[in-house]
């Protein structure tokens, strides 16, 4: 297998849904303007506390410094494994749960924190610029790694991963179980044509932008039977959706696609408080034991919760599978 680290430094960064006001014209400006902007990754996800936004250095350009706007110090790097030529191509699991053992679990073994990025065509791990010499040593002896430079692959030899730390040293302490919500709603992991965003536009913004979310600072409660999660990708020139039923039913039906089946998947969102960027393990915690099972799995990062989505008929199996693990935590 292949894994490329493409051309893309990214940013991570949060608004506040009270300061929402102050960033829909870039916003807008980054979804619908393509022309305008020489953005090419772009991702907004939309849950209960904020908006997480991951872009590229000309896409961060048009967020104006305030107090709304939070930013995580690092520049993050997109990592893609390609199988077959062919990125996120397998009839057996889809999404995070493929790459769980031969790049997750490696990593975290490393150190390594992870933000991952999961989308209808493919799966991003984003990896910190600073910590790209101990991923490409955990991994060369997995992958042929490929670095993309203007539009060409360079291939990464070992020896290039030998000019920098090869691997962390450091002593991995045993991960923090994090609590677990399974809210009721059903999700759909969509996409459409880009020339047709136009045709949506009025529905992606009243969804975005004025639909009812809770208030700043609202808390989730763990008996919350719904939570607030959309989720709009535009890499590459390719668009990825990820929104519950409710949402979808105000879509045109015929511009938004689906894979044949029409799966509806569930959620479990990782974590009791905001988890923070440094600890290692925590997409590796939910994906081991879904690759062990089988069980396909979205898993997308945001500013401050992880969320992983998988098929409505695992989530009993996969509640119980989480909530097992808890119980193995030592008192």
Not at 27 to 41: E, G, Q, S
Not at 72 to 88: C, D, K, Q, R
Not at 92 to 118: D, N, R, Y
Request: hydrophobic fraction near 40%.
């Amino acid at each position: 297998m292949d894994l490329h680290i493409l051309d893309h430094k990214l940013r991570v960064t949060s608004i506040s849904k009270t300061g929402l006001q102050q960033y829909t014209h870039p916003l807008i400006k980054l979804i619908f303007l393509r022309n305008r902007t020489r953005c090419k990754f772009f991702s907004l996800t939309e849950t209960p506390e904020n908006y997480t936004v991951v872009l590229d250095e000309e896409g961060f350009k048009e967020l104006q410094p305030s107090e709304h706007l939070q930013v995580e110090g690092s520049t993050w790097l997109p990592l893609n494994v390609v199988s077959n030529g062919n990125a996120s191509s397998s009839s057996q699991a889809v999404g995070v749960t493929k790459i769980a053992k031969s790049v997750i679990a490696p990593l975290a073994e490393q150190h390594v924190s992870v933000f991952m990025l999961s989308t209808y065509q493919t799966d991003f791990i984003l990896v910190r610029e600073k910590d790209l010499s101990v991923v490409v040593g955990t991994l060369v002896e997995e992958f042929n790694i490929f670095r993309e430079e203007g539009g060409e692959s360079v291939p990464v030899h070992s020896q290039d991963a030998c000019n920098g730390l090869q691997r962390n040293g450091r002593e991995v302490p045993h991960a923090t179980v994090h609590p677990v919500l399974i809210p009721k709603n059903q999700f759909c992991v969509m996409s459409l044509d880009p020339d047709t965003l136009p045709a949506i536009a009025t529905t992606l913004i009243d969804v975005l932008f004025y639909s009812n979310s809770p208030k700043e600072g609202a808390s989730v409660d763990q008996d919350m039977e719904c939570i607030k999660f959309f989720s709009f990708s535009l890499i590459d020139g390719y668009v990825s959706l990820v929104m519950d039923t409710e949402a979808q039913r105000q879509f045109p039906a015929d511009l938004l696609f689906t894979s044949s089946s029409g799966e509806l998947w569930r959620m479990a969102r990782i974590g009791g408080q905001p988890l923070g960027f440094d600890e290692c393990g925590i997409v590796a915690q939910i994906s081991q034991p879904l690759a062990d099972s089988d069980i396909s799995a979205y898993y997308i990062s945001t500013f401050s919760f992880d969320h992983a989505l998988v098929p409505e008929e695992d989530i009993v199996s996969v509640t119980e599978m989480l909530q097992a693990q808890r119980k193995d935590i030592p008192s």
